[in-house]
């Protein structure tokens, strides 16, 4: 089955407002995880990743946080814009190349 | 630099018929593999290749292979196809496939009629 998996399936967030979207993995041995968004009609857009050996991460407008002792990651948009409307997956790369999606967040922003 | 390319965009088969899909990863990419994309069934493996040797499989029966190539190249066929194949096929490449981020094409989209 999935080793990862997201919280919801929907949110709904006013424009310049910050998200955050949620993310639970089952694998303990998991370490290297990849945030991915994807629009309609186009292929999951690589956002951001983060490494079990790190807590925290920080791109542009985004900042993705990891907590190993409970399993969960999560991605925070800040200041959303419409643009961000997407679906938000978070992912899990094993050690045999397969990457393990959650069922993903659909992000509507609302003007 | 040029992202992943799949070809073709849209395919559309009627069953038994069988398919070849074509994916060119990002240069310097030398992994590549293949997810199937559905309602239902989200994101799921496929297959993964680096120097023109498959490394690992998803849960897909034989109907489903690939090839990779020594431009890193890459295509997946499908034969005898059934309605149920109808879906997204996404490509998607990385520099060593286990330690760096995947960069995914646009996709194909299979519609078996």
């Known amino acids: 089955g999935e080793s990862v998996g997201l919280h919801l399936p929907t949110l709904s967030v006013q424009e310049g407002d910050n998200s955050i979207i949620n993310c639970a993995y089952s694998?303990?041995?998991?370490?290297?995880f990849i945030w991915y968004k994807q629009e309609s009609g186009k292929g999951p857009q690589f956002i951001i990743d983060?490494?079990?050996?790190?807590d925290k991460r920080q791109g542009q407008r985004v900042t993705v946080l990891l907590n190993k002792t409970v399993k969960h990651l999560s991605l925070q948009i800040a200041a959303t814009q419409p643009g961000d409307s997407a679906v938000y997956f978070c992912?899990?790369?094993?050690?045999?190349?397969?990457?393990?999606f959650g069922a993903g967040t659909t992000v509507t922003v609302r003007a | 630099k040029a992202g992943v390319t799949q070809t073709p965009r849209y395919l559309i088969k009627t069953r038994g018929q069988q398919v070849t899909l074509s994916c060119s990863p990002i240069?310097?990419?030398?992994?590549v593999s293949w997810y199937q994309q559905t309602p239902g069934q989200g994101l799921q493996f496929l297959f993964e290749?680096?120097?023109?040797?498959?490394?690992n499989k998803g849960n897909f029966p034989g109907r489903f292979s690939g090839r990779q190539f020594s431009n890193s190249r890459s295509e997946m066929n499908v034969s005898t196809l059934e309605l149920g194949d109808s879906a997204l096929y996404l490509c998607?490449?990385?520099?060593?496939?286990?330690?760096?981020?995947?960069?995914f094409g646009n996709g194909t989209r299979l519609t078996v009629t």
């Open positions: 992912a899990d790369l094993s050690n045999d190349y397969k990457l393990s």
């Open positions: 694998n303990s041995a998991s370490d290297y």
């Open positions: 290749y680096f120097s023109e040797t498959q490394r």
């Open positions: 983060i490494r079990s050996n790190m």
């Open positions: 240069s310097g990419h030398r992994s």
């Open positions: 998607a490449s990385s520099f060593s496939g286990d330690n760096s981020p995947l960069h």
